[in-house]
């Protein structure tokens, strides 16, 4: 036996020598991973993606740590990276649990990009249970999106049930059930009585407390009686509770006459389906909180479909009281061929040149923006501006309009640039717009001229006294810095409203410091406080690209403003879009709130209601 013990320990100390040895070569990577986690778990998500990047290139673990670099870009709102990241992933090298990952990531992607139905082929090969708890929550959170987007309002809501079994924090949880039951609202009444589960479960108690909410004002005693009885036999509901009771404490939105069948004209197909989906679901979001004691009837119809001429007696025949759309131009323009238009259109966007009876153009116009800006820039009493937009189409017609109000106003512009929007160096636009390239010019002039090197440092002008800017969020974390960086550091940068994603992002916007820009009230929950507000549709808007969330408040408006369309010649309606003016030639102009960044949120918002802007509505 003794002869045998120093044999065995020799082979005992082989076996576990490499792994004595692997241990150091792999704490680096598990140090950074461990680091990257955190970050993760503190919201610092860019920083978090740079660290997995780097882990994807240098440790075993590659596939796995570009899931994560992929999921860290996606939350910090980066999804073409994320995509691009995603793509270049060989699918045949992940496990079980990694390759449901990989396909909740694409799901998330195509949901911000506004694909519901790839979203939906992607979230039906995972299975829940395959995913930790945390991306469990973005499962089903991405579920009941992708299912109310394509329409599913009941199985959005049962994955939102499913999510609130997961949640653990008071608010998300509060969120969650404020979804449910507005999502349960915009549906009529048979539907919530005919499909409501036999089985007292979660689903049945939702369906029969949003059913009881829609009868609220009819008969109050009434309503406290049944409410009782749903409380008694639903004890253990997650809105029995503190959540029901600050429910009912808000009370329903009082309208005023309201026609009792509405035709709403949409592309619901084609190109612009995208924004047309969530147009419909800002108006199905204010038809839910509409307590008219006489129920409007909603009846979308496509209008790619049909001449709109055509369309338009086709739903007045059906008993449309008023029409809400169309929202393209061209279609716009065809409906106001028609020789009379005896039911009145309320039109999603603004086509130039048109004035009809019974045709009111209402839209997110571009012209508002850039004269709310304008005028904010003027009353600072700036008086000589620079330019810096995109070389898009949208860059080169907004600088049309922005030139114009300034000019307008007896403003100078000194000189206007524009960018590639696809690079993060904009030196070139930037160093022209100061004047460095002059600058560096005259320098190497000098110095052939005299035949030596001098003493050089490249000055930036200093006539300037506002800049005006056009980027989107991404584009201006970096934009802005640059801008700085070329001695535009005490130049006040005045934006439109495309810099702001809608949804307060200190870490992500702390490089926007300082800018001023004018957007929609709904975005600032101090200043329009009125339902559907922003907060309660907030778990639904952070799936949303940020480039279709102010559509949610052009569809609220569309709807909520209806009573009061013969009033606002005279008074503005304070809406989601803006404070709203009808003009005499029936095109809807928006006032928007202003504010500047401080600290990476939107600061200091208000109104510019004290200014007279009377020679701007001349258009």
Not at 150 to 169: A, H, P
Not at 382 to 388: I, S, V
Not at 498 to 510: A, E, F, K, L, V
């Amino acid at each position: 036996m003794t002869s045998q013990r120093p044999f065995s320990l020799l082979f005992i100390a082989i076996i576990l020598l490499p792994a004595c040895k692997s241990v150091p070569a792999n704490q680096p990577f598990l140090e950074q991973s461990r680091q990257a986690k955190s970050m993760m778990d503190n919201s610092q998500y860019e920083q978090a993606a740079r660290v997995y990047q780097n882990l994807s290139q240098n440790a075993p673990q590659q596939p796995e740590y570009r899931l994560r670099a992929a999921e860290a870009l996606l939350k910090a709102g980066e999804s073409e990276h994320a995509q691009s990241l995603l793509s270049s992933i060989p699918r045949q090298q992940l496990d079980p649990l990694q390759t449901a990952l990989f396909a909740l990531l694409g799901a998330q992607i195509d949901l911000d990009q506004g694909n519901a139905e790839s979203a939906l082929t992607k979230l039906n090969q995972i299975s829940a249970e395959q995913l930790d708890l945390s991306h469990q929550r973005d499962y089903f959170s991405a579920l009941a999106f992708a299912r109310a987007l394509s329409g599913d309002v009941l199985g959005s809501v049962q994955s939102r049930i499913q999510l609130g079994q997961r949640l653990l924090d008071p608010e998300a949880i509060r969120k969650n059930n404020i979804a449910i039951i507005e999502s349960l609202n915009r549906l009529p009444r048979q539907t919530l009585i005919l499909q409501q589960p036999a089985a007292p479960d979660t689903l049945a108690g939702w369906m029969a407390l949003a059913d009881l909410l829609k009868q609220r004002t009819i008969d109050p005693d009434l309503f406290q009686l049944q409410l009782a009885q749903w409380q008694a036999q639903f004890p253990n509901h997650p809105a029995n509770g503190d959540f029901l009771d600050q429910l009912l404490q808000h009370a329903p939105t009082q309208f005023n006459t309201q026609p009792t069948t509405i035709a709403v004209f949409l592309p619901l197909s084609g190109r612009f389906a995208k924004a047309a989906a969530i147009i419909k679901s800002g108006i199905q979001a204010a038809h839910s909180v509409d307590s008219n004691s006489a129920p409007t009837n909603i009846v979308f119809y496509d209008s790619n479909v049909d001449n709109p001429v055509a369309l338009y007696h086709r739903a007045i025949n059906a008993g449309a009281e008023l029409i809400i759309g169309p929202l393209q131009k061209a279609t716009i323009t065809a409906l106001s061929t028609a020789d009379k238009l005896p039911v009145s259109v309320l039109a999603l966007n603004q086509a130039d040149h048109i004035f009809k009876e019974n045709l009111i153009q209402f839209g997110l116009s571009p012209r508002d923006d850039s004269r709310e800006i304008v005028t904010l820039a003027w009353l600072n009493d700036h008086r000589k501006a620079l330019f810096l937009l995109p070389d898009t189409h949208k860059g080169h017609r907004l600088m049309g309009y922005l030139g114009e109000f300034w000019q307008q106003q007896g403003g100078r512009i000194l000189e206007s640039r524009f960018y590639a929007p696809s690079s993060f160096d904009f030196s070139a636009a930037i160093k022209t717009l100061m004047n460095l390239d002059e600058s560096e010019r005259r320098y190497h002039r000098l110095v052939r001229r005299l035949n030596r090197n001098i003493q050089f440092e490249p000055r930036a002008r200093t006539d300037a006294d506002n800049i005006f800017l056009m980027a989107t969020p991404d584009t201006a974390r970096s934009l802005n810095p640059q801008l700085k960086f070329y001695g535009a550091r005490h130049v006040p940068v005045y934006a439109t409203s495309d810099i702001y994603s809608g949804i307060p992002m200190p870490r992500q916007d702390n490089d926007l410091n300082g800018i001023r820009f004018c957007d929609i009230p709904w975005f600032f929950p101090d200043i329009y406080a009125d339902e559907p507000s922003f907060n309660s549709l907030l778990v639904d808007l952070q799936n949303t690209p940020y480039t279709y969330r102010r559509l949610l408040a052009l569809g609220i408006d569309a709807y909520n403003m209806i009573p009061f369309l013969n009033e606002m010649r005279d008074r503005e309606y304070a809406g989601a879009s803006g404070r709203l003016l009808l003009t005499q030639d029936n095109h809807i102009i928006r006032h928007l709130v202003c504010a500047d960044f401080e600290n990476g949120i939107p600061a200091n918002p208000q109104y510019l209601t004290d200014i007279e802007t009377d020679d701007f509505y001349d258009d």
